[in-house]
Nanobody, 124 residues
Framework: QVQLVESGGGLVQAGGSLRLSCVAS????????MSWFRQASGKERNFVAV????????NYANSVKGRFTISRDNAKNTVALQMDSLGPEETAVYYC?????????????????WGQGTQVTVSS
């Protein structure tokens, strides 16, 4: 198990950018597949982005491709989500999540650990 803490959320105007960060505890961070999910109020938690253990492969939800970038620094036990060209549809609580193995990484139930979430609000 790994403990995850997100930060970096806030209020941003449409077209702006935010960088979210997730800090993990423990010495086994590099063994985890890391993802970002988001959940808008009253809606399901949806996949946003994933990165493999060594940061050589990434995948994104179609809705954010070309605008969001996931990255990780295993030496610092961190994973980040750079979000550019934000629109109101990106308003949600963003969660960092860790998984032990590759499966269908778009399903929240397959993840082992979650952060508390950080609110992102994009004003129109």
């Amino acid at each position: 198990q790994v403990q995850l803490v997100e930060s970096g959320g806030g209020l941003v105007q449409a077209g702006g950018s935010l960088r979210l960060s997730c800090v993990a505890s423990g010495r086994t961070f590099s063994s985890y597949i890391m993802s970002w999910f988001r959940q808008a109020s009253g809606k399901e938690r949806n996949f946003v982005a994933v990165i493999n253990r060594i940061g050589t492969y990434t995948n994104y939800a179609n809705s954010v491709k070309g605008r969001f970038t996931i990255s990780r620094d295993n030496a610092k036990n961190t994973v980040a989500l750079q979000m550019d060209s934000l629109g109101p549809e990106e308003t949600a609580v963003y969660y960092c999540a860790a998984a032990q193995k590759w499966n269908n990484i778009k399903f929240p139930n397959l993840y082992d650990d979650w952060g508390q979430g950080t609110q992102v609000t994009v004003s129109s």
